[in-house]
């Protein structure tokens, strides 16, 4: 049920939808923790941000925002998973991939502790309700095995709004309720009942405004399905609001509220350039606020141009918390060498700290603080290095690839419509692959200056190449400590994909996937014994003519699409385990990827078929 069914009320729903108490309940002494992450929600698609016209399908969330501390400056990635990892992980996607997640991926690392994780041992209770997306290679991937006692959402990244492919805690979970009254049901019943005494961390990923754009329950006509969706959603931020005052914890809250990517689809950015899935501001910089009565009443109604990125929410809340935020591994990894971009600095022992920065103070006491005191120098990407007010953008998603419209690499008017000026074209930040991995334009870098053009019109690198160029280095340098998930085979447990999938079905929903490792009732069938990974795709070598079990993968996520050798060298690479692999050219647009787990012989001969070695192990090429 949602908060009202007449969307011209909606404003103050949070004021009518849950009746107020007047006892109010003192607070314990540690406060309590709740994030929004709104998917896909574009830059001005809030009134907060501007937009009048949305006054009455956003006015709980803006008016938490008027109540806060509105962030100009707050970055994420430019689409789903890397974002949510980076919240969850206090990691730039540096060091964890700018890889969508697939269900079974190892994108977190086990020996990781997750904020959840962080809190746990103060006493918190901790909640994630909504969208997943993050991997969940093993049963210990899940959110109940990393410190929350409830999850109720989905793990893939995306699907019907009435989905019967739902995951409730450690089971699938068939309930086909609408995904935002389903979770902002599960949100106000926890809260009700939740002892007030007792700090609180609730993750609320909202499904919406990802596409699909099916159709939202008391919806009117005559607006479209995405208002809504963003309409349903603040209800629930409303009442969410009015059972934390009721319940007297609001006075105690720090609530964080953002957007996981620039928008798409209906969604509008104006006046950024660009969109989601784009290294633009469009798709990075996103509309983002703080609020609660952890805000001093003097800042309620500010904004901070503090440049801020989502992974400083994890030491942020670990400081107001009263916990050290250092994740880092026992032993130390060895310094980055640029002299030796292809040597592996982890190993299988080390793994890189958090990123984030505790920007607490920065927030309470703006006046100390300017745009670049968090963040000097900020990796958004393998393409773009934020210095002091400068932007380097080298391409468009050169490592992770897909179809791209031209209208991309251009702005929004106000009514999300597109242009670009009279007689522009595009001279640089171009994409340089195609979806088949063809290499389409030279790299063409472009270097903004954001403080004077944030909406990126004007290329400063021909004017300023010796800027140009050591940010292009400084970017590089930073790459060779790039890090993915290398959770030992000892945390993972024993793994057997065909087990897992029957076992995972045998619960009636044809499309239900969940982990593949230490199920329960499943034992061992893939041998995970933890390898030496490469360091960058220089160590992967192509050897054309030959191929190794190139149609019997025996790693448990079979077979992957995709356009190269090249990028089948870069799955095994991403994949802790792959020691060979396979790629056949099957003729059509994509081809096909073998990963091996094992030192693999040949079985049978093929054309067309290229073996590609790791160095992880050797094993002898067949033709």
């Not at 030796?340 to 100390?368: C, E, F, Q, R």
């Amino acid at each position: 049920m949602y908060c009202v069914t007449n969307m011209r009320t909606v404003l103050f729903a949070f004021c009518t939808a849950v009746p107020c108490c007047t006892s109010i309940s003192q607070a314990g002494p540690l406060p309590h923790f709740v994030t929004i992450l709104q998917d896909d929600l574009g830059f001005f698609d809030n009134e907060f941000n501007g937009n009048s016209e949305h006054a009455d399908i956003s006015g709980n969330i803006s008016q938490m925002a008027r109540d806060g501390i509105i962030l100009h400056h707050h970055y994420v990635f430019y689409w789903c998973s890397p974002t949510r990892r980076s919240f969850l992980t206090g990691r730039l996607p540096l060091h964890h991939g700018e890889m969508l997640s697939s269900v079974q991926g190892d994108d977190i690392d086990l020996r990781w502790n997750m904020i959840s994780q962080k809190l746990a041992p103060l006493g918190y209770r901790s909640y994630w309700y909504g969208k997943g997306h993050t991997g969940y290679l093993s049963m210990n991937h899940l959110p109940t095995r990393r410190g929350f006692r409830n999850f109720t959402g989905f793990l893939t990244g995306m699907q019907s709004y009435t989905s019967s492919d739902r995951w409730k805690n450690e089971l699938p979970y068939g309930d086909q309720t609408y995904s935002t009254d389903l979770f902002g049901e599960a949100v106000l019943d926890t809260l009700e009942s939740h002892d007030e005494s007792d700090p609180l961390f609730m993750y609320i990923p909202w499904q919406a405004v990802h596409s699909p754009y099916d159709p939202v329950p008391n919806w009117p006509s005559g607006r479209t399905n995405y208002e809504g969706m963003l309409w349903a959603t603040d209800c629930y931020a409303g009442r969410i609001r009015a059972v934390l005052e009721a319940k007297g914890m609001w006075d105690t809250t720090l609530l964080v509220y953002s957007a996981d990517n620039g928008g798409r689809g209906d969604g509008s950015n104006y006046p950024l350039r660009g969109e989601k899935r784009t290294n633009y501001e469009g798709g990075m910089r996103v509309a983002a606020f703080v609020s609660g009565g952890l805000i001093p009443a003097h800042l309620r109604g500010t904004g901070s141009n503090v440049r801020m990125h989502i992974v400083d929410w994890y030491p942020t809340f670990c400081y107001l918390a009263g916990v050290n935020a250092s994740d880092a591994s026992p032993s130390p990894p060895l310094p980055i060498d640029p002299a030796h971009p292809t040597k592996d600095i982890y190993g299988n022992s080390s793994w890189p700290d958090i990123d984030g920065i505790n920007v607490w103070d920065m927030l309470v006491t703006p006046a100390k603080y300017t745009l670049t005191s968090a963040h000097p120098v900020l990796v958004l990407s393998r393409e773009v290095l934020l210095n002091g007010t400068y932007k380097l953008l080298t391409a468009q998603r050169g490592d992770t690839r897909q179809r791209a419209d031209d209208f991309e690499n251009t702005w929004q008017h106000a009514n999300g419509t597109w242009f670009h000026p009279p007689g522009w074209h595009q001279t640089c930040g171009r994409h340089v692959y195609d979806v088949k991995g063809n290499v389409i334009a030279q790299f063409q870098p472009c270097l903004f200056d954001l403080a004077n053009d944030p909406n990126e019109t004007t290329n400063l690198g021909p004017s300023q190449p010796e800027v140009l160029r050591a940010m292009w280095t400084a970017l590089n340098d930073s790459w060779l400590g790039y890090y993915h998930a290398r959770s030992p085979a000892s945390l993972v447990g024993p793994c057997n994909a065909d087990c897992a999938t029957k076992h995972w079905k045998s619960f009636g929903k044809d499309a239900t996937i969940g982990p593949y490792c230490a199920v329960s009732g499943c034992g061992p069938n893939v041998p995970v014994t933890p390898r030496f990974r490469p360091q960058n795709l220089s160590n992967c070598t192509e050897v054309p003519g030959a191929h190794y079990y190139a149609r019997v993968p025996d790693c448990p996520h079979g077979v992957s699409h995709v356009a190269t050798a090249k990028d089948c060298c870069r799955l095994c690479y991403e994949d802790v385990y792959c020691v060979a692999g396979a790629y056949h050219n099957s003729g059509v647009t994509t081809g096909l990827c073998f990963l091996h787990y094992t030192t693999a012989g040949a079985t049978m001969e093929q054309n067309e078929t290229v073996g590609l070695l790791t160095g992880r192990a050797n094993p002898t090429a067949q033709p």
